[in-house]
């Protein structure tokens, strides 16, 4: 024979437990100890976040790399003598000079940040060679301790008498580990 | 972390279909109309503003039991930072609002104490700006310093947030609470010369995802009668 049991579904509570739960009215109470841990938990790994301020990893630059590489095989650096890399703005300042002549097949030489395009001229062997390249920038905070910084990115070319130049890469940033520069530019010969 | 707190959630709402609600059915009529409103402060916000001088801002909470245990969510704040940097300074202004559903899991509490999951959906317009210094080399023999102004005059973020959290009646209509959140899903718009730092409502934006938390304090306007049987209403 099934026992029926009659289930307190209006939720009251017996009459002898409710008279003697009347003094204690209390509001704050969590009875699953479980949910309290988890709370407390799960607070502590909010609050610790709030002091979170960035990380000063800084990568930016304003220095482009320039490769030589091989037309057939770009992954061929062909060493050249470059006697100079002038731009013509700001009364042809001298942004590479060759002091000792070496053949080298990487050149790095600074955009101008202060403008959104640099030109560049090549003076190497027997021949003069003009590059423009664009650029546009982007300010970036990376933290108070760190500061913000300017960021160079899609690089292009506006103007070019090489044979054939290649964009690999269109930000202009150093690698934080080893601080060498992007590889930027490939002028294919 | 955020696959877990799916998980979480997508575990709570199918139990939560399965659980065996225990409200009264409404008239059709009342059926979404809430039993009270609750209006709070963030008093965080609050303490921070006095306590810091980076940031000022206050933020307005509202709730209302929609639905048995789905409540409509709503904040509205104002966030202005100023930080000091090591080469200059960096500024942001604006107004936020969040809505969304909270879901109560402990519907049954006689004091109606709340603990609920929850999401929100948030949007900012705002303006920030930095001026800083800095020096590069042009070339070797020729290193310079630059002065920059650089500025975002109207961007705005949207973002998604999942929350948790607990309202608890402290005194009659008085209650307090704390939402932990979950922000993701960050997509911004009109950042060009400027990619911001802190944005109003959301934060700080060099992480995808970032956590917030709020502690307030809330009064309980009551709409309607509550016909929930109430055990300890003493």
Redesign the interface.
Known sequence: MRRKVTKN?????PESRRSR??QE?V???TKNSL?RAF?FV??C???S??F???DCVFTNS??VRFDFVNIRKPSTLIPVVVDSIITPLDDA????KDSVVTASATYLV?L???KNETEFIFYWGNRVDTLVLTYT??????????????FYNDLSIKYNTFNTVLIPNPEVRVNFATKLPNQNVQILL | MFRYFCSIILLAVSLQLNAQDRILNDSSRLKFLPTGIRIGTDLLSIGKSYRTDYFKGWEINADADIFRRYYLTADYGSWTTNYTLANGSYSSDGRYFRVGVDVNFLLKDPERNMFFLGFRRGHTNYTDQSDYSYTYAYTVDDVKTVNVHVSNPNPYANWNELTAGLRVRVWKFLWLGATGRLKFSYSSHGQWDLKSYDVPGYGKTFKTNWWGINYQIFVRIPVREDKRPRPTEL
Not at chain 1, 137 to 150: A, F, H, I, M
């Open positions: 579904t209006t939720l009251r509570l739960r009347r009215k509001y704050l109470r949910l709370l799960g607070l790994v909010l609050m976040s709030c979170d301020q960035g304003n220095v300042t001298i942004l590479y600074s101008d940040p202060t920038y982007q300010s970036k905070v990376l933290g108070p301790d760190c500061g913000t910084l300017p």
